[in-house]
């Protein structure tokens, strides 16, 4: 709770809404007396200017409120970890080079044409894909075997469908159970006055 | 679309809406207002721009979150809706730290296997 509201950059954040609210409010208030003067644009500006604080104090708290374990960066890595890790089980260790070499993919035999591309890889904006992944960390998703088909029904018993049932899950569920398993893992206490 | 990487295409899509809204507001509209006393554009570009600058400041935040910017970058994006050409500027900066965010090695210990 200390750290949440009384690190550096959280003790940033109140100085900036503490800033950036009044501000708002001042600037609505000259549009408020402009309107008034008969400047009919000046009426939606002063509805706008009060929405900026609103967006400023809305900005404060979430990002006070984000725990960077969990939605942040780390998780995404985490995900575009898991996709490369994925891709790499059948294609080979130049695998993990991404959506660049989405095109290539069927002509690897044991991949099926109709196969649902993987979430992890498609949604990257081309350029930012899991080439600059560290191949040590696709450690912690289960790389052997096959890549399963899009169908539940194919999957041989077992093999695979952790690392499918990843993918398919809402990528901050996921980010969250990773968290939620790391905790359980340590010795950490459990009550959040501690963290 | 999801996580960081939906977060920055939803923040590039508005930093271009409203850049192109800006540079219309600023290098049309104001000019056609005061200069030929012709304001209809600026009266039509204005508000929805500052709408839309509302949307964009939402994206921004969403992905300021996520890739955890420090405030003088969060600034930054809030300026691009004020000063032309900027949010392009800033766009191309934004997605290349989010590039070395992802980059960045996970800190050790992080990647023990379940």
């Known amino acids: 709770m200390r750290t ?5 950059r959280a003790l940033t954040l109140h100085l900036a809404v503490v800033l950036w609210v009044p501000g ?21 500006y002063s509805a706008e200017w009060p929405i ?9 708290w979430s990002l006070v409120h984000t725990d960077p374990e969990t939605v942040g960066a780390r998780a995404q890595r985490r ?6 890790a994925g891709a790499a089980g059948t294609a080979g260790a130049a695998g993990a080079a991404g959506a660049a070499e989405q ?3 069927p002509e690897q035999p044991e991949q099926r044409a109709g196969e649902a591309p993987q979430p992890g890889q498609t ?15 696709a450690g912690p998703v289960p790389s052997a075997g096959p890549v399963p088909s899009a169908e539940w029904g194919e999957l041989p018993a077992g093999v695979g469908r952790p690392a499918r049932r990843r993918e398919e899950e809402d990528p901050a569920l996921a980010a969250y159970n990773d968290r939620l ?3 359980a893992r340590s010795d950490a206490p459990k009550s959040w006055r501690r963290r | 679309m999801s996580g960081l990487t939906g977060a920055l295409l939803r923040y590039k899509v508005m930093a271009f809406i409203v850049g192109v809204g800006l540079l219309i507001l600023v290098f049309v509209g104001v000019p056609l207002q005061y200069g030929a006393n012709v304001p209809q554009v600026a009266e039509i570009v204005g508000p929805i721009h500052g709408f839309l600058y509302i949307v964009y400041l939402l994206a921004a935040v969403d992905l300021a979150r996520r890739a955890r910017f420090t405030l003088l970058q969060m600034a930054a ?3 691009a809706g004020f000063l032309p050409f900027l949010a392009f500027v800033i766009e191309r900066r934004v997605e290349r730290r989010v590039d070395e965010v992802l980059a960045e090695p996970e800190p050790s210990g992080d990647t023990a296997a379940p």
Do not use: H, I, K
């Open chain 1, 123 to 137: 949604e990257q904006p081309a350029g930012m894909a899991p080439t600059r992944q560290p191949a040590g960390s």
């Open chain 1, 52 to 60: 900026f604080a609103v967006v400023g104090v809305f900005a404060w």
């Open chain 1, 181 to 183: 398993a790391e905790l």
């Open chain 1, 4 to 8: 949440r509201w009384l690190s550096r």
């Open chain 1, 24 to 44: 708002c409010l001042v600037a609505g208030w000259w549009q408020v007396t402009r309107a008034l003067d008969g400047n009919g644009l000046s009426y939606l």
């Open chain 2, 77 to 79: 994006m809030v300026g």
């Open chain 1, 103 to 105: 095109s290539e993919r």
């Open chain 1, 79 to 84: 995900l575009m970890a898991a996709g490369a």
